[in-house]
């Protein structure tokens, strides 16, 4: 059984940075893409990111692009968001996912995505 743990969650104020790690272990399927998403509460699950895990193409909401980065570390099998500029409003959990079919563009929905981490609070104060 695979497994997605999440970290470098944490408590910031606003225009700071963090870096989200999520190492992943374990699995025996293809992976094709991993993704960051984030749910604030009273909210829906959001995809902030995601990456083509072969090849390294890159996809992100519009809120968040120019500040954050996703990346891979292949060899060390661990997924790295790194934020900055960080604003009150990108105050949630966020999620490692990763996705093992292909849909052939970065792929964003939730639904897009059939294993999860447990998530790493990220807290933005104005």
């Known amino acids: 059984q695979g497994q997605l743990v999440e970290s470098g969650g944490g408590s910031v104020q606003a225009g700071g940075s963090l870096r989200l790690s999520c190492g992943t272990s374990g699995y025996t399927y293809s992976t094709y893409y991993m993704g960051w998403f984030r749910q604030a509460p009273g909210k829906e699950r959001e995809g902030v990111a995601g990456?083509?895990?072969?090849?390294?193409?890159?996809d992100y909401i519009d809120s968040v692009r120019g500040r954050f980065t996703i990346s891979q570390d292949s060899a060390k099998n661990i997924l790295y968001l790194q934020m900055n500029s960080l604003k009150p409003e990108d105050t949630a959990m966020y999620y490692c996912?990763?996705?093992?079919?292909?849909?052939?563009?970065?792929?964003?929905?939730?639904?897009?995505?059939?294993?999860w981490g447990q998530g790493t609070q990220v807290t933005v104060s104005s």
């Open positions: 990456i083509r895990h072969t090849g390294g193409r890159t």
């Open positions: 996912a990763a996705s093992s079919i292909d849909y052939g563009g970065v792929p964003l929905r939730a639904e897009q995505y059939n294993y």
